[in-house]
């Protein structure tokens, strides 16, 4: 046996074992499900460690130089990648990315012949250990490839490695949200510039086709803030009634979708723009806010965050929008109001859940927009007595919020204050060692720390 692909045999016999004698998967108990989705997500990962190897073997053996004795063309294909995809059966970009990955990995010599480290040396070993598969692997490859001049070799160095560190555990829709802040803290530089080119691209297409009319609005992350606000208030409302309807079962209840609040949403907002006189739209007092440290405000440099939205935004964005009405200046760096009222009040208030929303981000535990989710008291307003003090409350949204009443789920809250660090503890059905997982704005802030 190959000891390089001791790994691969060992993922194949954890998968064999938490199998058992089952038939198929409709006969695996719960249990047996989660281990056997654990099991072939380290087999995944693995195969594609062993995969972009090969691949960027393939690459390397196809080079324009070999020409008629290129790999690629002996085997009846004009580039490796169409040679990869034809057997995967996925698509030329997915074998483009396994080369990427396999030649950003791979050892290197010098032009005397000394073997050298790869250029990504954590990426390779944390793909090694089947900690990461290729698709995380590739992102990180091509955010720290995007600002390896503008950064510098030490920093980029530490950004792979707390990367490596910090994105195990991530669904790929997270991992990207990290690496547009990434991006941002190693170059901030260039935040401006890119938002400048994407703004120069603004565009608002209408056109009608059999009867539908359709519409497509492409624009910047500032200005797009408060149309998503507005639009993600009136669904908030919207819902909101929805649960405080008495007969929620019956024929005539609201039983839209999403995306049809959301156009509904449209709509009542440019009716309500064509009559201001108008004070019906229920937007669930939306607002967008945006946060800034006070040192980045002061000198111009550095970046900005608009709640509900993952793209930083430049200094002179976030001065822009400062002049415009329903913007919430949230500047850091200050020492602030202390919004405790303990067992004065039940609900939290307005400038709390302002407060909660720079420590947790959204909804703590899945990372819905702040429009989305209430405050809630960890310890509980009767059974525990809790207080309504910052440090006793969290935000998350309705569903976030049945599942750890419900199943078990506890809220350890790390420090004091928006720098608190907000860890979820599973029960030990879903993990026998109880190993907390982060939760709030640390899981993808904790570059900005280093």
Request: glycine residues 8%; proline residues 4%; contains cysteine.
């Amino acid at each position: 046996m190959a000891t390089h692909l001791n790994p691969l045999h060992e993922a194949l016999a954890v998968l064999d074992r938490v199998w058992g004698e089952a038939g198929d998967a409709t006969e695996l108990s719960r249990d047996q499900l989660v281990a056997v989705n654990d099991a072939l997500g380290v087999l995944e990962r693995r195969t594609s460690a062993v995969h972009a190897e090969v691949a960027a073997g393939i690459s390397h053996e196809s080079r324009a130089e070999l020409g008629p004795d290129s790999l690629a063309k002996q085997q009846g294909f004009r580039t490796p990648a169409k040679l990869i995809a034809a057997s995967t059966g996925g698509s030329t970009g997915d074998a483009t990315r396994l080369v990427r990955v396999g030649e950003a990995t791979a050892p290197r010599r010098s032009f005397v012949g000394e073997r050298l480290p790869s250029r990504c040396p954590a990426v390779q070993a944390a793909l090694a250990e089947g900690v990461i598969g290729d698709q995380v692997a590739g992102l990180i490859i091509s955010i720290l490839d995007r600002v390896r001049v503008t950064a510098g070799a030490q920093r980029v160095a530490e950004a792979e490695r707390l990367l490596v560190a910090q994105v195990p555990g991530l669904a790929m829709d997270d991992v990207r949200r990290l690496m547009t802040r990434v991006q941002a803290w190693l170059d901030p530089d260039g935040v401006q510039p890119r938002e400048e080119e994407i703004r120069a691209r603004r565009s608002l297409r209408m056109w009608e086709r059999d009867g539908e009319f359709h519409a497509e609005y492409v624009t910047d992350a500032a200005s797009a803030a408060a149309v998503k606000a507005a639009l993600r208030g009136y669904v908030s409302a919207a819902f909101a009634a929805r649960k405080e309807a008495l007969h929620a079962d019956s024929p005539d209840a609201d039983r839209r979708t999403i995306e049809q609040l959301q156009a509904d949403a449209l709509t009542m907002i440019c009716q309500h723009a064509l009559d201001c006189d108008r004070k019906d739209v229920p937007l669930g007092g939306a607002k967008v806010v945006v946060r800034v440290a006070l040192e980045d405000l002061q000198s111009g440099t550095g970046v900005g965050r608009i709640d509900g939205t993952d793209q930083p935004v430049s200094i002179a964005a976030v001065r822009r929008m400062a002049a415009d009405g329903e913007i919430i200046p949230w500047v850091l760096g200050g020492d602030g109001e202390i919004l405790d009222w303990g067992r004065g009040r039940r609900l939290f208030t307005r400038a709390q859940k302002l407060a909660l929303a720079e420590r947790d981000g959204g909804c703590a535990m899945c990372a819905l927009p702040v429009e989305m989710t209430k405050v809630h008291h960890i310890d509980w307003w009767e059974r525990d007595r809790g207080r309504t003090d910052l440090s006793n409350g969290i935000l998350l949204c309705e569903t976030c919020h049945h599942r750890i009443h419900d199943n078990g789920w506890e809220i350890r809250i790390d420090g004091i204050g928006v720098a608190a660090r907000v860890w979820f503890i599973p029960p030990p059905y879903v993990d026998p060692a109880c190993t907390p997982r982060l939760g709030g704005r640390a899981r993808f802030d904790l570059l900005a720390a280093a």
